[in-house]
């Protein structure tokens, strides 16, 4: 039997740095961001809060060069762009 770890990792919208790889209106269905690779993996959960509301909830789907992508096709609030 195979045992597998995940975790959540949450960000505060207004100090987090990501980049929006794919959008619908406006708003970012799948981005990149810097991680530490030794820490996160493919499978961690990301939750990006904006006061009480959650912005954006995603999987962590891989991980290139340093950073992570994932993705929210469905109830991203998150503004596309980079920021």
């Known amino acids: 039997m195979e045992v597998a770890f995940c975790q959540t990792l949450s960000f505060n919208a207004d100090t987090f740095e990501y980049q929006s ?3 619908d209106n406006g708003n970012a269905t799948i ?3 810097a991680v530490d ?3 996160v993996s ?3 959960v990301v939750v990006v809060l904006g006061g009480d509301e959650i912005v954006f909830h995603g999987i962590i789907g891989k991980i290139e060069n340093g950073e992570a992508y994932a993705s929210d096709p469905k109830g991203s609030l998150l503004p596309a ?3």
């Open 37 to 39: 690779e030794k820490q």
């Open 81 to 83: 762009g980079v920021q």
């Open 21 to 23: 790889v794919s959008s």
């Open 31 to 33: 981005i990149k961001f």
């Open 42 to 44: 493919p499978g961690d």
